[in-house]
C-alpha cells in the first residue's frame, strides 16, 4: 500500500523535534541532517511525516532590479532569498536548498510556524518559494503551547487552507518597513557621508520614527523644564511609644511665609481627633498576562528589558512550560483545562500547597481582563513538568506566570482603608493607614504583590494627642520623568506604534544605532538632531497618529475590509512627495548631521574618567602599525605615554558604569551569537603587572584572541549580561 508523505513546515529547529516527537507513533522520530540542516522523519499509521524549520524569515523584501546599495529612492520591490540579500545570510541558501528537496516528493504540505502574522508569513514564504508553489494547496496547524496533547489535537482539525488574511498583513508590514527604512535610512546616511565625514549608519523607519519621538519630545520637556519652588509640612505624633507621620491638608505650600505661618500656629499644639473614617475596598485579582503586561511587570520585579523577557519566555514556550507568549490576549478559555493545568502546577512541590487550595474548588472562573486576541489566549502555564534545570532568569518568570495563572482563579482580597481627621483651627492633618482583612489572591501572588499594611494608633473622635514635630521643607517640582524601556514600550503600545512581537526589538535598535542610552532613557545629540531634522522637513514620517492609523489599516487586511494593495499605494503617494523634498534639501541636512554624527563618534570612544599621570583625556585607539586597540591619552604629544590593554574582539562600548575596586569605567564587548562581556581595563593591567613581578615572565601569547582570552579570565571584575 502507498505511503503518503506529508512535509510540516516549522519555524524554529525546537519546535520541529518537538512536533515531529509528538506525531511519531513511538514518541521516537529520526533526526536526520543534510548539508547541516536538521529536520525529522516521523511515521504515524500510513504516513511519513517530514518536519522541518526554518530558522526565521528565508526570504525578505529587497529592490526588484539590481542597484547600488547607497542608490534610492527606491520603489519597485520583490520577495528574494535572504542570502541573497545580505551576506550575514549566507548559511539560510543550505536551509532553501534541503526544504526544496525534501518538497519534491510530499503529497501534502502543512504550515506549523507560530499562527501569528510573521508565523503565516514565514511558512507562506517558504510554501510559496521554496516549496514550489505549495501555499495554493498547503493546510495551516493552528497551536497555544507545544504540549504533545495540544499539537496531536492540532494535527487532527488541520484548517484546509493558509490564512491568507494574516500573511497579506505581514507581507503589507514588511513592504511598507521596507520602502520606508531603505529610502529615509539611505538618505540620512548618504547625506552624512557626502560631507566627507566618515561613514556612519543612519537609521529611521515607519516604527522607529516615531517611537524616537516619544524619547525626544520627553528629553526636550526635561530639559527645558523649569523648578518652581513649594513646600511641605513635615510633622509627627508620638503615641505609645510609636511615631505616626502627619499628612498637612495641603500637599504643595506655594510660599515660605505661609508654611512657616503653619508651623508657628502648629508647634507644641495638642491635636484632636476630629473625625475617624473607615470602609473596605475589595480588589479583584490582577488579570492573566498578555506580552505587554509580563514585560512591564519582568521589568518592575527583575529589571529584564523587554528583549530579554521576549527572549526567555519564548524558551519556556518551545519546552512546553507555557503558552505562546506573543499574544494581545488577558483571557483564559475554558477549553485550555482549568484543572488539569492547576493539578500539574500541583506536582511541583513549591507550589502543591496553593495550587491544592484551587483545585478543590468545583466551578474555577479567572478574572480575565478586557484585551483579546483572536489567534492566541493569554500567556498561562502549561503544568508539564521540567526536563532540565532552568537559569535562574527563566525560573524567575516561570515563577511569575505560574503565580499569576494561580492568582487569578483566587477570590479578590479585602481590604480596610481607614483615616484620622485631626484639628488645631484653622489647620488640618490625617494620618492614614491600611489592613489587610483577606488575603484572597495575594496569597497565590507573593512576592509579586505584598501586604502594605499600615498602623494607626488607637484613638476615638474627641481624643487628643500632641504634636511631636513639625517643620516647613523647601521642595521643587521635578521634570516628568525619563522613559525606561519597559515604560518607553508602553507609551507604544497605547499609541498603536508597531506590534507585540516588534517593540521590544525597535527599542533595541535605537539603543544600537546610539540614539538612545542607559537604562532611565536619555536621546543623545544625534536623536535630537535627526527628530528635528525630520520634524521640520517631513513632519509626517515621525508623527504617531499617521503611523497609528497605517498599523490600524494593515489590522484591516486581517479582517478583510481593505487590500495590502491598496494600503501600498496610499502609503506610497505620502511617501513619494516626502522623498523628493527630502533629496532636493540633501545637502542642507547633510551638513547639519555630520557635524553631530562626528562629534558622537568621538564622544562614544571617550572616558569620563581621566588619565591617572596627566589628567587628560583617555580614548579607544587603534594602532595603525598592528591594528590592535588599547586606551591611550590625549595627552600623547605632550609626552604621556599612559595605555591600558582592551580586548580584540567583538564591537567595543564603553559603559557608565564605574568599577568597584578602582573606579575605572568598565567597557563592554560584544559579539554576535556569544554574551557580552564587561570588563576593567584597568585591574587588569594592574593584576598582570603584579603577576610579571611575582613570577617569570609568561611566554607571550600565539594569537591576539588568546591574549583577550587572558584578559577576559583575568580581569579582577568581569560579569556576563
Given amino acids: 500500500m502507498e505511503v503518503v508523505q506529508?512535509?510540516?513546515?516549522?519555524?524554529?529547529?525546537?519546535?520541529?523535534?518537538?512536533?515531529?516527537?509528538?506525531?511519531?507513533?513511538?514518541?521516537?522520530?529520526?533526526?536526520?541532517e543534510s548539508q547541516g540542516v536538521p529536520f525529522y522523519e516521523s511515521h504515524n499509521r500510513k504516513e511519513t511525516i517530514l518536519v522541518c524549520s526554518a530558522?526565521?524569515?528565508?526570504?525578505?523584501?529587497?529592490?526588484?532590479?539590481?542597484?547600488?546599495?547607497?542608490?534610492?529612492?527606491?520603489?519597485?520591490?520583490?520577495?528574494?532569498?535572504?542570502?541573497?540579500?545580505?551576506?550575514?545570510?549566507?548559511?539560510?541558501?543550505?536551509?532553501?536548498?534541503?526544504?526544496?528537496?525534501?518538497?519534491?516528493?510530499?503529497?501534502?504540505?502543512?504550515?506549523?510556524?507560530?499562527?501569528?502574522?510573521?508565523?503565516?508569513?514565514?511558512?507562506?514564504?517558504?510554501?510559496?518559494?521554496?516549496?514550489?508553489?505549495?501555499d495554493s494547496k498547503a493546510q495551516r496547524m493552528k497551536f497555544s503551547t507545544m504540549t504533545e496533547k495540544e499539537l496531536r489535537s492540532a494535527y487532527r482539525i488541520?484548517?484546509?487552507?493558509?490564512?491568507?488574511?494574516?500573511?497579506?498583513?505581514?507581507?503589507?508590514?514588511?513592504?511598507?518597513?521596507?520602502?520606508?527604512?531603505?529610502?529615509?535610512?539611505?538618505?540620512?546616511?548618504?547625506?552624512?557621508?557626502?560631507?566627507?565625514?566618515?561613514?556612519?549608519?543612519?537609521?529611521?523607519?515607519?516604527v522607529q520614527g516615531p517611537t524616537l519621538r516619544f524619547v525626544v519630545d520627553r528629553e526636550e520637556e526635561i530639559q527645558s523644564f523649569t523648578p518652581t519652588p513649594f513646600w511641605t509640612i513635615e510633622a509627627t505624633v508620638t503615641h505609645n511609644v510609636q511615631n505616626f507621620v502627619l499628612e498637612y491638608e495641603k500637599e504643595k505650600i506655594p510660599t515660605v511665609a505661609e508654611a512657616e505661618q503653619v508651623v508657628r500656629d502648629c508647634r507644641n499644639s495638642i491635636l484632636e481627633v476630629e473625625s475617624a473614617d473607615s470602609r473596605n475596598i475589595q480588589q479583584t485579582?490582577?488579570?492573566?498576562?498578555?506580552?505587554?503586561?509580563?514585560?512591564?511587570?519582568?521589568?518592575?520585579?527583575?529589571?529584564?528589558?523587554?528583549?530579554?523577557?521576549?527572549?526567555?519566555?519564548?524558551?519556556?514556550?518551545?519546552?512546553?512550560?507555557?503558552?505562546?507568549?506573543?499574544?494581545?490576549?488577558?483571557?483564559?478559555?475554558?477549553?485550555i483545562g482549568y484543572s488539569e493545568i492547576l493539578r500539574g502546577i500541583a506536582n511541583m512541590a513549591q507550589y502543591r500547597?496553593?495550587?491544592?487550595?484551587?483545585?478543590?474548588?468545583?466551578?474555577?472562573?479567572?478574572?480575565?481582563?478586557?484585551?483579546?486576541?483572536?489567534?492566541?489566549?493569554?500567556?498561562?502555564?502549561?503544568?508539564?513538568?521540567?526536563?532540565?534545570?532552568?537559569?535562574?532568569?527563566?525560573?524567575?518568570?516561570?515563577?511569575?506566570?505560574?503565580?499569576?495563572?494561580?492568582?487569578?482563579?483566587?477570590?479578590?482580597?479585602?481590604?480596610?482603608?481607614?483615616?484620622?481627621?485631626?484639628?488645631?483651627?484653622?489647620?488640618?492633618?490625617?494620618?492614614?493607614?491600611?489592613?489587610?482583612v483577606r488575603e484572597g489572591w495575594i496569597q497565590f501572588y507573593k512576592p509579586y504583590?505584598?501586604?502594605?499594611?499600615?498602623?494607626?494608633?488607637?484613638?476615638?473622635v474627641g481624643d487628643k494627642i500632641p504634636i511631636t514635630n513639625i517643620r516647613a521643607t523647601q521642595k521643587f517640582t521635578e521634570p516628568p520623568p525619563r522613559y525606561n524601556p519597559s515604560s518607553l514600550l508602553r507609551k507604544m503600545e497605547e499609541e498603536n506604534i508597531g506590534t507585540k512581537a516588534t517593540r521590544a526589538e525597535i527599542i533595541e535598535i535605537l539603543y544600537r544605532r546610539g540614539y538612545i542610552?542607559?537604562?532611565?532613557?536619555?536621546?543623545?545629540?544625534?536623536?535630537?538632531?535627526?527628530?528635528?531634522?525630520?520634524?521640520?522637513?517631513?513632519?509626517?514620517?515621525?508623527?504617531?497618529?499617521?503611523?497609528?492609523?497605517?498599523?490600524?489599516?494593515?489590522?484591516?487586511?486581517q479582517t478583510l475590509q481593505t487590500t495590502r494593495s491598496h494600503v501600498i499605494a496610499e502609503t506610497l503617494d505620502y511617501l513619494r512627495p516626502i522623498m523628493l523634498d527630502l533629496i532636493a534639501r540633501e545637502d542642507e541636512i547633510g551638513s547639519q548631521?555630520?557635524?553631530?554624527?562626528?562629534?558622537?563618534?568621538?564622544?562614544?570612544?571617550?572616558?569620563?574618567?581621566?588619565?591617572?599621570?596627566?589628567?587628560?583625556?583617555?580614548?579607544?585607539?587603534?594602532?595603525?602599525?598592528?591594528?590592535?586597540?588599547?586606551?591611550?591619552?590625549?595627552?600623547?604629544?605632550?609626552?604621556?605615554?599612559?595605555?591600558?590593554?582592551?580586548?580584540?574582539?567583538?564591537?567595543?562600548?564603553?559603559?557608565?558604569?564605574?568599577?568597584?575596586?578602582?573606579?575605572?569605567?568598565?567597557?563592554?564587548?560584544?559579539?554576535k551569537g556569544r554574551r557580552s562581556i564587561t570588563s576593567c581595563a584597568r585591574c587588569y593591567s594592574n593584576k598582570t603587572k603584579a603577576n610579571v613581578t611575582e613570577s617569570s615572565p609568561p611566554a607571550a601569547p600565539s594569537t591576539s584572541r588568546q591574549a583577550t582570552d587572558n584578559l577576559v579570565e583575568a580581569a579582577s571584575l568581569v560579569k556576563d549580561q
Fill in 593 to 671: 548631521l555630520a557635524e553631530v554624527v562626528v562629534s558622537q563618534r568621538i564622544a562614544s570612544l571617550t572616558f569620563d574618567y581621566p588619565c591617572p599621570q596627566c589628567e587628560s583625556k583617555l580614548k579607544i585607539i587603534r594602532s595603525r602599525t598592528s591594528g590592535k586597540r588599547f586606551i591611550g591619552c590625549t595627552g600623547y604629544e605632550k609626552g604621556c605615554r599612559f595605555t591600558l590593554p582592551l580586548p580584540q574582539f567583538g564591537n567595543l562600548s564603553i559603559t557608565r558604569t564605574s568599577c568597584k575596586i578602582c573606579g575605572f569605567q568598565l567597557v563592554q564587548a560584544r559579539t
Fill in 6 to 32: 506529508t512535509l510540516i513546515v516549522c519555524e524554529k529547529p525546537d519546535a520541529a523535534a518537538r512536533i515531529a516527537r509528538s506525531l511519531d507513533e513511538d514518541a521516537d522520530p529520526r533526526r536526520i
Fill in 449 to 460: 504583590a505584598s501586604d502594605e499594611s499600615q498602623e494607626l494608633p488607637d484613638l476615638k
Fill in 517 to 557: 542610552k542607559k537604562i532611565r532613557i536619555e536621546a543623545t545629540p544625534l536623536a535630537l538632531k535627526i527628530i528635528n531634522l525630520l520634524n521640520k522637513y517631513c513632519p509626517l514620517i515621525i508623527d504617531p497618529a499617521f503611523t497609528a492609523r497605517l498599523e490600524t489599516s494593515m489590522d484591516n487586511i
Fill in 353 to 436: 500547597s496553593l495550587a491544592s487550595k484551587l483545585t478543590l474548588n468545583n466551578s474555577l472562573r479567572p478574572n480575565q481582563g478586557p484585551k483579546d486576541d483572536p489567534a492566541h489566549p493569554a500567556v498561562y502555564p502549561t503544568g508539564e513538568s521540567l526536563k532540565r534545570r532552568l537559569i535562574q532568569p527563566e525560573a524567575n518568570l516561570l515563577d511569575l506566570i505560574i503565580k499569576r495563572f494561580m492568582s487569578a482563579f483566587a477570590e479578590p482580597s479585602l481590604r480596610e482603608s481607614s483615616k484620622l481627621t485631626l484639628r488645631k483651627e484653622p489647620h488640618r492633618f490625617f494620618l492614614r493607614g491600611t489592613r489587610l
Fill in 55 to 134: 530558522i526565521g524569515h528565508l526570504y525578505a523584501v529587497d529592490s526588484k532590479t539590481h542597484t547600488s546599495r547607497r542608490y534610492y529612492p527606491i520603489w519597485d520591490f520583490d520577495w528574494k532569498p535572504k542570502h541573497l540579500i545580505d551576506k550575514k545570510s549566507a548559511r539560510l541558501s543550505r536551509w532553501i536548498q534541503v526544504i526544496s528537496s525534501l518538497a519534491s516528493n510530499a503529497d501534502h504540505y502543512i504550515n506549523a510556524c507560530d499562527y501569528d502574522v510573521e508565523g503565516s508569513l514565514i511558512g507562506y514564504t517558504i510554501l510559496r518559494y521554496t516549496c514550489h508553489g505549495a
Fill in 158 to 206: 488541520l484548517s484546509p487552507h493558509l490564512d491568507i488574511q494574516l500573511v497579506e498583513a505581514g507581507r503589507a508590514r514588511h513592504e511598507l518597513d521596507w520602502l520606508y527604512g531603505i529610502n529615509l535610512s539611505r538618505l540620512l546616511t548618504e547625506s552624512a557621508l557626502k560631507q566627507n565625514h566618515g561613514y556612519s549608519t543612519l537609521s529611521t523607519g515607519r
Fill in 285 to 335: 485579582p490582577p488579570y492573566p498576562f498578555d506580552l505587554s503586561s509580563l514585560q512591564s511587570e519582568a521589568y518592575r520585579h527583575f529589571g529584564y528589558t523587554p528583549s530579554r523577557t521576549l527572549a526567555l519566555v519564548e524558551k519556556l514556550y518551545l519546552e512546553a512550560l507555557i503558552s505562546y507568549p506573543r499574544t494581545s490576549s488577558q483571557k483564559l478559555p475554558p477549553d
